[in-house]
């Protein structure tokens, strides 16, 4: 996330159907000698190693395909689409761009030096091909909810390379205390688990918190099929405003006064607390937390070590209203317009490569000191 934006409410569903079209200039490969160079630029999020495996899977991607390299260049993910349009006006952007998911019409309206799109849909560079230099293009094969957010007027854009959603933590000690046998589904479920919870003798201090940050009133309009912005959440026609007195939101911030009325709810005092509401719930003062799914094996880990049971769930929703889903988070990976045949084949095979199932070998994510410091725990929620 862009704190200084905070998260940029809008970007979530900033999709304009608009068609794109590429370069038409083919400016020569980028060669080491006889092998083309594929330059792939990746955000890094301040894991320990958290690009290894990528780092990994791309020398072994030259390996079995000699005539490529895979170059992979690392930048801070908060400053990577100024850094990839300032290198686009140069002339000198990458044949692969990672952008976070909230930074994807910022990809498409990126210009290049010639004034035209940076990048070219994969979908039509791809143009109906099942596999790339030996390599099964694996699109159509990717969770529907993930490859249609990266899609354009029913054209996949972008490839995805890691995809989260918001998700709900428990504490199973503390609700089976309370004769509770499962994590609430509901709103109205959860704020009764707290009343339960409430009668605890060993209850905690608190019972549920997440971070005051703009991702979670994002999912909880979205969960109710909500509209953030006009024109059809940006699918009709560019977005130009934000409603935030929609009944969506304001059934959401009208749930979430009364669980601050009722003690339930506990801020931390700081906004976009990732850190603070991570602590609270692995600490037990509270028996609930919102956060992403990728920390899952972290906040799992920690608490089986502290004797508790975090059982992981989706995240509440609004029973008074029909149930829509949960909104994807994560990367995806651009594809620069105007490429040689030769370099653009590559860089498509490796965006396939990548996510082909064999070749995902990710271990689980910890947080560094660094990320700590900074308080960047989108990095750890997200």
């Not at 002339?91 to 994807?104: E, F, H, I, N, R």
């Not at 308080?375 to 750890?380: D, P, Q």
Request: proline letters at 7%; charged letters at 20%; a negative charge.
């Amino acid at each position: 996330m862009r704190p200084s934006r905070a998260l940029i409410a809008a970007s979530l569903f900033l999709a304009a159907a608009v068609a794109l079209t590429g370069c038409t200039a083919t400016p020569p490969a980028a060669t080491a000698g006889s092998v083309t160079v594929i330059d792939v630029w990746l955000a890094d999020y301040e894991f320990p190693h958290f690009l290894d495996p990528i780092r990994a899977q791309a020398d072994r991607f030259g390996r079995e395909h000699p005539g490529y390299q895979v170059k992979i260049e690392a930048f801070d993910y908060l400053t990577m689409p100024e850094r990839i349009a300032a290198a686009g006006r140069a002339g000198k952007g990458p044949d692969v761009a990672q952008y976070y998911y909230t930074a994807s019409q910022e990809a498409r309206d990126t210009v290049g030096a010639n004034g035209r799109p940076l990048f070219a849909p994969i979908g039509t560079e791809i143009a109906g091909r099942k596999e790339i230099l030996g390599v099964p293009v694996v699109v159509d094969d990717l969770v529907p909810a993930a490859r249609d957010y990266y899609s354009f007027g029913g054209v996949p854009f972008s490839m995805p390379k890691n995809v989260s959603t918001a998700v709900l933590y428990s504490n199973m000690e503390m609700l089976t205390a309370a004769g509770v046998t499962q994590p609430p589904q509901t709103w109205s479920e959860l704020e009764a688990d707290c009343a339960a919870i409430a009668r605890t003798a060993t209850h905690p201090p608190n019972c549920v918190t997440w971070a005051n940050q703009g991702w979670f009133f994002q999912e909880a309009v979205g969960e109710q099929g909500g509209l953030l912005v006009d024109n059809d959440n940006g699918r009709s026609g560019r977005a130009e405003a934000v409603d935030l007195a929609s009944p969506a939101m304001m059934a959401w911030v009208g749930w979430w006064k009364k669980l601050t009325d009722e003690g339930y709810y506990v801020y931390t005092g700081t906004q976009q607390d990732f850190i603070g509401t991570t602590q609270a719930f692995l600490s037990q003062q509270v028996a609930f937390t919102f956060n992403s799914s990728v920390p899952a094996d972290f906040f799992v880990g920690v608490a089986a070590g502290s004797g508790f049971t975090a059982q992981v769930s989706r995240l509440p929703y609004n029973g008074d209203a029909p149930y829509a889903g949960n909104q994807v988070g994560g990367d995806s990976l651009f594809l620069a317009a105007g490429l040689d045949p030769k370099t653009r084949d590559g860089a498509l095979a490796f965006m396939q490569y990548l996510d082909a199932p064999d070749n995902e070998s990710l271990e689980p994510l910890k947080p560094s000191a660094a990320s700590a410091r900074r308080r960047e725990v989108e990095t750890v929620a997200d």
